[in-house]
Protein backbone atom coordinates (compact mmCIF):
# COMPACT_ATOMS: atom_id res chain seq x y z
CA UNK A 1 0.00 0.00 0.00
CA UNK A 2 1.18 3.41 -0.67
CA UNK A 3 0.95 5.60 2.41
CA UNK A 4 1.25 9.68 2.96
CA UNK A 5 1.75 10.50 5.94
CA UNK A 6 1.40 14.04 6.99
CA UNK A 7 2.79 16.07 10.25
CA UNK A 8 1.91 19.11 11.25
CA UNK A 9 4.47 19.80 13.39
CA UNK A 10 8.28 20.98 12.43
CA UNK A 11 10.21 17.54 11.24
CA UNK A 12 13.39 18.21 13.30
CA UNK A 13 11.73 19.66 16.45
CA UNK A 14 11.53 18.06 19.49
CA UNK A 15 7.60 17.11 19.89
CA UNK A 16 5.64 13.98 20.29
CA UNK A 17 3.89 14.34 17.27
CA UNK A 18 7.10 14.27 15.47
CA UNK A 19 8.27 10.95 17.28
CA UNK A 20 4.94 9.36 16.62
CA UNK A 21 4.99 10.03 12.76
CA UNK A 22 8.53 9.10 12.01
CA UNK A 23 8.39 5.90 13.92
CA UNK A 24 5.29 5.13 12.30
CA UNK A 25 6.50 5.89 8.89
CA UNK A 26 9.57 3.33 9.87
CA UNK A 27 7.25 0.63 11.10
CA UNK A 28 5.24 0.72 8.32
CA UNK A 29 8.07 0.84 5.76
CA UNK A 30 9.58 -2.53 7.81
CA UNK A 31 5.86 -4.30 6.83
CA UNK A 32 6.54 -3.55 2.90
CA UNK A 33 4.42 -0.17 2.78
CA UNK A 34 5.50 2.66 0.50
CA UNK A 35 5.34 5.66 2.64
CA UNK A 36 6.20 9.28 1.81
CA UNK A 37 5.79 12.21 4.91
CA UNK A 38 5.18 15.77 4.18
CA UNK A 39 6.30 18.39 7.39
CA UNK A 40 7.85 21.44 7.48
CA UNK A 41 11.13 21.50 8.86
CA UNK A 42 13.69 24.09 9.75
CA UNK A 43 16.40 22.07 7.62
CA UNK A 44 16.67 19.56 5.06
CA UNK A 45 15.27 16.02 6.75
CA UNK A 46 18.05 13.37 6.48
CA UNK A 47 15.35 11.08 6.23
CA UNK A 48 14.83 9.95 2.07
CA UNK A 49 11.50 9.13 2.56
CA UNK A 50 10.61 12.82 4.21
CA UNK A 51 9.97 16.26 2.16
CA UNK A 52 9.92 19.54 3.64
CA UNK A 53 6.85 21.22 2.45
CA UNK A 54 7.67 24.81 4.39
CA UNK A 55 9.53 26.71 6.62
CA UNK A 56 7.83 26.44 10.38
CA UNK A 57 6.19 29.26 12.07
CA UNK A 58 6.47 29.49 16.00
CA UNK A 59 3.11 30.13 16.99
CA UNK A 60 1.89 29.90 20.98
CA UNK A 61 -1.05 27.74 21.49
CA UNK A 62 -2.28 25.25 24.49
CA UNK A 63 0.34 26.55 27.07
CA UNK A 64 3.02 26.10 24.75
CA UNK A 65 4.44 26.60 21.07
CA UNK A 66 3.73 24.70 17.68
CA UNK A 67 6.40 25.29 14.75
CA UNK A 68 3.43 24.65 12.37
CA UNK A 69 3.45 26.00 8.67
CA UNK A 70 0.55 27.42 7.69
CA UNK A 71 1.26 29.35 4.44
CA UNK A 72 0.13 29.21 1.10
CA UNK A 73 3.58 28.04 -0.24
CA UNK A 74 3.41 25.14 2.22
CA UNK A 75 -0.40 24.08 1.24
CA UNK A 76 1.08 23.93 -2.61
CA UNK A 77 4.24 22.43 -1.91
CA UNK A 78 1.84 19.44 -0.22
CA UNK A 79 -0.40 19.06 -3.04
CA UNK A 80 2.92 18.71 -5.59
CA UNK A 81 4.03 16.16 -3.26
CA UNK A 82 0.57 13.96 -2.80
CA UNK A 83 0.12 14.40 -6.29
CA UNK A 84 4.14 13.16 -7.58
CA UNK A 85 3.72 10.14 -4.69
CA UNK A 86 -0.18 8.97 -5.76
CA UNK A 87 -1.29 7.56 -2.42
CA UNK A 88 -3.24 5.07 -1.96
CA UNK A 89 -4.18 6.34 1.95
CA UNK A 90 -3.74 10.04 3.59
CA UNK A 91 -2.75 9.86 6.89
CA UNK A 92 -3.36 13.74 8.37
CA UNK A 93 -2.12 14.03 12.12
CA UNK A 94 -4.13 16.87 13.41
CA UNK A 95 -6.31 17.36 10.23
CA UNK A 96 -8.28 20.37 11.77
CA UNK A 97 -4.94 22.86 12.64
CA UNK A 98 -4.05 24.71 9.76
CA UNK A 99 -0.88 23.42 8.80
CA UNK A 100 0.00 20.65 6.81
CA UNK A 101 -2.00 18.10 8.13
CA UNK A 102 -5.37 20.28 6.91
CA UNK A 103 -3.56 20.88 3.68
CA UNK A 104 -3.01 17.57 2.82
CA UNK A 105 -6.82 16.34 3.94
CA UNK A 106 -7.75 19.57 1.12
CA UNK A 107 -5.33 18.38 -1.45
CA UNK A 108 -6.25 14.73 -1.93
CA UNK A 109 -9.26 12.36 -3.26
CA UNK A 110 -7.78 9.71 -1.80
CA UNK A 111 -9.46 8.60 1.30
CA UNK A 112 -7.86 10.06 4.63
CA UNK A 113 -7.45 9.33 8.10
CA UNK A 114 -7.01 11.64 10.05
CA UNK A 115 -5.41 11.29 13.93
CA UNK A 116 -6.13 13.53 16.86
CA UNK A 117 -3.02 14.30 19.44
CA UNK A 118 -4.38 17.25 20.99
CA UNK A 119 -6.02 17.63 24.81
CA UNK A 120 -7.37 20.57 26.88
CA UNK A 121 -10.13 21.05 29.14
CA UNK A 122 -11.49 23.97 27.38
CA UNK A 123 -10.39 25.78 23.74
CA UNK A 124 -12.26 29.04 22.59
CA UNK A 125 -10.40 29.17 19.82
CA UNK A 126 -11.18 25.61 18.91
CA UNK A 127 -15.26 25.80 19.78
CA UNK A 128 -15.15 29.26 17.66
CA UNK A 129 -13.93 27.58 14.77
CA UNK A 130 -15.15 24.40 14.72
CA UNK A 131 -18.55 25.42 12.54
CA UNK A 132 -16.44 26.47 9.58
CA UNK A 133 -14.03 23.00 10.02
CA UNK A 134 -16.95 20.72 9.80
CA UNK A 135 -16.56 20.20 6.13
CA UNK A 136 -12.98 19.22 6.77
CA UNK A 137 -14.49 16.75 9.53
CA UNK A 138 -16.39 14.53 7.22
CA UNK A 139 -14.03 14.70 4.86
CA UNK A 140 -12.49 12.19 6.55
CA UNK A 141 -12.82 8.77 5.63
CA UNK A 142 -11.77 7.21 9.59
CA UNK A 143 -11.00 9.51 12.75
CA UNK A 144 -8.31 8.14 15.17
CA UNK A 145 -7.79 9.84 18.84
CA UNK A 146 -4.63 8.99 20.73
CA UNK A 147 -6.59 8.85 24.30
CA UNK A 148 -10.18 9.03 25.29
CA UNK A 149 -8.93 12.85 26.81
CA UNK A 150 -8.26 13.54 22.83
CA UNK A 151 -10.98 11.61 21.56
CA UNK A 152 -13.18 13.57 24.45
CA UNK A 153 -11.29 16.84 22.71
CA UNK A 154 -13.01 16.81 19.57
CA UNK A 155 -16.20 14.68 19.88
CA UNK A 156 -17.36 17.55 22.08
CA UNK A 157 -16.80 19.90 18.82
CA UNK A 158 -18.53 17.86 16.28
CA UNK A 159 -21.29 15.33 18.25
CA UNK A 160 -19.86 12.44 16.03
CA UNK A 161 -18.74 9.29 17.90
CA UNK A 162 -16.82 7.73 15.32
CA UNK A 163 -14.14 7.97 16.99
CA UNK A 164 -11.77 5.39 17.75
CA UNK A 165 -8.56 5.50 20.15
CA UNK A 166 -5.10 3.32 19.29
CA UNK A 167 -2.35 4.94 21.04
CA UNK A 168 0.82 6.08 20.15
CA UNK A 169 3.42 3.88 19.85
CA UNK A 170 7.02 3.30 21.68
CA UNK A 171 9.80 1.88 20.82
CA UNK A 172 9.74 -0.18 23.85
CA UNK A 173 12.80 -2.64 23.45
CA UNK A 174 14.92 0.44 22.81
CA UNK A 175 14.23 1.54 26.11
CA UNK A 176 14.32 -1.67 27.34
CA UNK A 177 17.57 -3.06 26.85
CA UNK A 178 19.85 0.27 26.66
CA UNK A 179 23.11 0.34 28.75
CA UNK A 180 23.57 3.08 31.01
CA UNK A 181 25.06 6.42 30.36
CA UNK A 182 28.26 7.85 32.24
CA UNK A 183 26.41 10.01 35.01
CA UNK A 184 27.40 11.77 38.17
CA UNK A 185 27.30 9.59 41.39
CA UNK A 186 23.60 9.95 43.33
CA UNK A 187 20.08 9.07 43.72
CA UNK A 188 19.20 9.32 39.94
CA UNK A 189 15.91 11.44 38.98
CA UNK A 190 15.14 11.47 35.50
CA UNK A 191 13.11 14.50 33.72
CA UNK A 192 12.76 14.61 29.69
CA UNK A 193 10.82 17.06 27.56
CA UNK A 194 10.61 20.72 26.98
CA UNK A 195 11.11 23.03 29.23
CA UNK A 196 8.09 24.83 28.71
CA UNK A 197 5.58 25.84 31.48
CA UNK A 198 3.05 22.99 30.03
CA UNK A 199 5.68 20.38 31.71
CA UNK A 200 5.86 21.94 34.55
CA UNK A 201 9.64 22.43 34.80
CA UNK A 202 9.36 24.86 37.34
CA UNK A 203 7.55 22.83 39.55
CA UNK A 204 9.96 19.76 39.06
CA UNK A 205 12.73 22.54 40.20
CA UNK A 206 11.02 23.28 43.23
CA UNK A 207 10.14 19.48 43.69
CA UNK A 208 13.74 19.34 43.73
CA UNK A 209 15.23 21.63 45.93
CA UNK A 210 12.53 20.32 48.04
CA UNK A 211 14.15 16.72 47.94
CA UNK A 212 17.81 17.10 48.59
CA UNK A 213 16.87 18.69 51.88
CA UNK A 214 16.43 15.20 52.80
CA UNK A 215 18.08 13.19 50.25
CA UNK A 216 21.32 14.76 49.52
CA UNK A 217 22.64 12.57 47.08
CA UNK A 218 19.78 13.11 44.92
CA UNK A 219 20.59 13.88 41.42
CA UNK A 220 18.62 15.81 38.66
CA UNK A 221 19.16 15.12 35.37
CA UNK A 222 17.18 16.74 32.51
CA UNK A 223 16.68 16.47 29.14
CA UNK A 224 15.21 18.88 27.09
CA UNK A 225 15.57 22.76 26.70
CA UNK A 226 13.38 25.22 26.35
CA UNK A 227 12.71 28.77 27.88
CA UNK A 228 12.22 27.58 31.59
CA UNK A 229 15.52 26.73 31.45
CA UNK A 230 16.10 29.67 33.64
CA UNK A 231 13.97 28.00 36.93
CA UNK A 232 17.60 26.12 37.57
CA UNK A 233 19.29 30.03 38.53
CA UNK A 234 16.73 30.18 41.63
CA UNK A 235 18.32 27.35 43.38
CA UNK A 236 20.97 27.61 45.72
CA UNK A 237 24.96 27.47 45.38
CA UNK A 238 25.13 24.00 47.02
CA UNK A 239 21.72 22.38 45.11
CA UNK A 240 22.69 23.56 41.64
CA UNK A 241 25.30 21.31 40.49
CA UNK A 242 23.13 18.58 41.62
CA UNK A 243 21.29 19.58 38.37
CA UNK A 244 22.64 18.14 35.39
CA UNK A 245 21.39 19.65 32.10
CA UNK A 246 21.77 17.54 28.74
CA UNK A 247 20.31 19.92 26.23
CA UNK A 248 17.98 18.93 23.65
CA UNK A 249 18.38 15.67 22.62
CA UNK A 250 17.56 13.11 19.82
CA UNK A 251 15.06 10.81 20.86
CA UNK A 252 17.42 7.74 19.98
CA UNK A 253 19.63 9.06 22.29
CA UNK A 254 17.81 9.11 25.59
CA UNK A 255 17.77 5.09 26.52
CA UNK A 256 21.21 5.64 27.98
CA UNK A 257 19.90 8.06 30.50
CA UNK A 258 16.68 6.30 31.46
CA UNK A 259 19.02 3.01 31.55
CA UNK A 260 21.20 5.43 34.28
CA UNK A 261 18.19 6.69 36.55
CA UNK A 262 16.49 5.47 39.25
CA UNK A 263 13.13 7.22 39.08
CA UNK A 264 11.38 9.39 36.48
CA UNK A 265 9.11 12.45 36.72
CA UNK A 266 6.72 14.01 35.21
CA UNK A 267 5.38 16.93 36.83
CA UNK A 268 2.88 18.17 33.60
CA UNK A 269 0.51 20.94 34.89
CA UNK A 270 -2.38 19.79 32.35
CA UNK A 271 -3.23 19.78 28.42
CA UNK A 272 -1.85 16.37 28.09
CA UNK A 273 -3.51 13.56 25.45
CA UNK A 274 -0.90 11.15 26.33
CA UNK A 275 2.28 10.26 27.91
CA UNK A 276 4.92 9.24 26.02
CA UNK A 277 7.61 10.17 28.54
CA UNK A 278 5.94 8.01 30.73
CA UNK A 279 5.57 4.68 28.75
CA UNK A 280 9.05 4.74 27.82
CA UNK A 281 10.09 5.43 31.10
CA UNK A 282 8.14 2.39 32.51
CA UNK A 283 9.74 0.35 29.39
CA UNK A 284 13.17 1.66 30.71
CA UNK A 285 11.90 -0.08 34.20
CA UNK A 286 11.80 3.16 35.71
CA UNK A 287 9.03 3.83 38.76
CA UNK A 288 7.12 6.87 37.75
CA UNK A 289 5.95 10.00 39.51
CA UNK A 290 3.54 11.86 37.53
CA UNK A 291 0.89 14.57 37.56
CA UNK A 292 -2.60 13.50 37.82
CA UNK A 293 -4.17 14.70 34.63
CA UNK A 294 -6.61 12.83 32.00
CA UNK A 295 -3.57 11.80 29.12
CA UNK A 296 -1.43 11.00 32.15
CA UNK A 297 -4.24 8.58 34.29
CA UNK A 298 -4.67 6.66 31.12
CA UNK A 299 -1.36 5.31 31.16
CA UNK A 300 0.09 5.17 34.12
CA UNK A 301 -2.50 3.62 37.17
CA UNK A 302 -1.39 5.26 40.43
CA UNK A 303 0.04 2.71 42.92
CA UNK A 304 0.11 0.08 40.20
CA UNK A 305 2.73 1.69 38.07
CA UNK A 306 3.99 4.89 39.46
CA UNK A 307 2.57 7.47 41.64
CA UNK A 308 0.26 10.10 40.98
CA UNK A 309 0.31 13.46 42.55
CA UNK A 310 -1.85 17.27 41.73
CA UNK A 311 -0.64 19.07 39.25
CA UNK A 312 1.37 22.18 40.29
CA UNK A 313 2.18 20.97 43.69
CA UNK A 314 5.79 20.43 44.29
CA UNK A 315 5.72 18.98 47.47
CA UNK A 316 3.53 16.62 46.62
CA UNK A 317 6.05 15.77 43.57
CA UNK A 318 8.85 15.68 46.23
CA UNK A 319 7.09 13.15 48.93
CA UNK A 320 6.58 11.05 46.16
CA UNK A 321 9.79 10.52 44.53
CA UNK A 322 11.18 10.69 48.08
CA UNK A 323 9.09 7.67 48.93
CA UNK A 324 10.39 5.82 45.57
CA UNK A 325 13.95 6.36 46.45
CA UNK A 326 13.45 5.60 49.99
CA UNK A 327 11.59 2.15 49.29
CA UNK A 328 13.85 -0.42 47.46
CA UNK A 329 10.26 -3.02 47.14
CA UNK A 330 7.58 -0.40 46.39
CA UNK A 331 10.32 1.34 43.34
CA UNK A 332 10.83 -2.77 41.65
CA UNK A 333 6.75 -3.25 42.08
CA UNK A 334 6.33 -0.31 40.06
CA UNK A 335 9.11 -1.04 37.63
CA UNK A 336 8.15 -4.25 37.15
CA UNK A 337 4.19 -3.24 36.60
CA UNK A 338 5.26 -0.71 34.41
CA UNK A 339 7.45 -2.64 31.98
CA UNK A 340 4.32 -4.88 31.61
CA UNK A 341 2.31 -2.28 30.61
CA UNK A 342 4.55 -0.75 28.40
CA UNK A 343 3.94 -3.75 26.04
CA UNK A 344 0.63 -2.63 25.11
CA UNK A 345 1.91 0.84 23.23
CA UNK A 346 4.84 -1.16 21.62
CA UNK A 347 4.91 -0.39 18.19
CA UNK A 348 4.26 -4.02 17.60
CA UNK A 349 0.69 -4.16 18.83
CA UNK A 350 0.15 -0.49 17.93
CA UNK A 351 1.15 -0.62 13.98
CA UNK A 352 -1.49 -3.64 13.21
CA UNK A 353 -4.22 -1.45 14.35
CA UNK A 354 -3.52 1.65 12.03
CA UNK A 355 -3.18 -0.55 9.09
CA UNK A 356 -6.23 -2.31 9.55
CA UNK A 357 -7.86 1.60 9.63
CA UNK A 358 -5.71 1.50 5.78
CA UNK A 359 -7.45 -1.50 4.68
CA UNK A 360 -10.15 -0.43 5.94
CA UNK A 361 -10.78 3.26 4.05
CA UNK A 362 -8.86 1.81 1.03
CA UNK A 363 -11.51 -1.08 0.52
Same mark, same amino acid.
Given at each position: ?????????????????????????? =????????????????????????????????????????????? #?????????????????????????? #??????????????????????????????????????????????????????????? =???????????????????????????????????????????????????????????????????????????????????? #???????????????????????????????????IVLVEAMAAGLPVVATDIPGYREVVRDGI????????? #??????????????????????????ERARRYSWDAVVGEVEAVYREVAG
Open positions: MRVALACPYAWDAPGGVQTHVRQLAI =RLRDRGHAVVVVAPAFARPREPFVRAVGRPIRIPYNESVAPVAPT #PGARGRVRAALREFQPDVVHAHEPLV #PGVGMFAVRATDRPVVGTFHAFAHRSVLFSATAPMLRPLWRRLAARIAVSEAAAAFVRG =RFRDDGIRVIPNGVEVDMFGSADPAPLPEGRRVLFVNRLDPRKGFPVMVEAFRRLVEGRPDALLVVAGDGRDRASVRDLSAEVR #PKVVMLGAMAHEDLPPYHAACEAFCAPATGRESFGEGILVPPRD #PVAVAEALDRVLGDPDLAAGLASSGR
